[in-house]
């Protein structure tokens, strides 16, 4: 795997390309100079948590046809105060599920991707106490 960082104006603007092309961007926040342009590491990282349990959670209930319409994650993270670096330690991960598919179909996915699956959890749980809830909408 490689990634390579091309710096795009004269601050923080930075893009992040794959070996495949594919492209993220990266900005830093006003107050240190950045023009807050696209997405902080930081917030990055946290979103990488999210992008790797959903993807395990969706294969997870395609395999069971559970019945799976669409899925949101909303992901509150919190950092160590007044310490550099400052690392998460507590992470909230809100599941929520459209489609025809139960309660414990959901868990069990879920589940299944903290504990097992998702590598991005098994880094950050290093540092963070990571919890999750859910809600089943239906349809």
């Known amino acids: 795997m490689q990634i ?8 923080y603007h930075l893009e992040a390309r794959t070996e495949t ?8 926040s006003a107050d240190i100079g950045g023009r807050d342009l696209a997405m902080r590491p930081m917030q990055a990282v946290l ?10 959670v969706i294969s997870i209930l395609q395999k069971q046809r559970a019945g ?3 899925l949101r994650l909303t992901l509150t ?13 507590a ?5 929520e599920f459209w489609g025809q598919l139960q309660s414990e179909q959901a868990e069990r ?11 991005v959890t098994a880094m950050l749980s290093k540092t963070a106490t990571i919890t ?8």
């Open 4 to 11: 390579v960082i091309d710096r795009l104006d004269d601050a």
């Open 21 to 28: 092309g594919h492209a993220h961007r990266f900005d830093a």
């Open 47 to 56: 979103a990488a948590l999210g992008a790797c349990t959903e993807i395990d």
């Open 68 to 70: 799976l319409r669409n």
């Open 77 to 89: 993270g919190q950092r160590a105060e007044g310490q550099i670096p400052a690392v998460f330690t």
């Open 91 to 95: 992470i909230h991960i809100h599941y």
């Open 109 to 119: 996915a879920i589940r299944l991707s903290l504990e097992k699956y998702c590598s």
């Open 132 to 139: 999750h809830s859910y809600a089943v909408v239906g349809e």
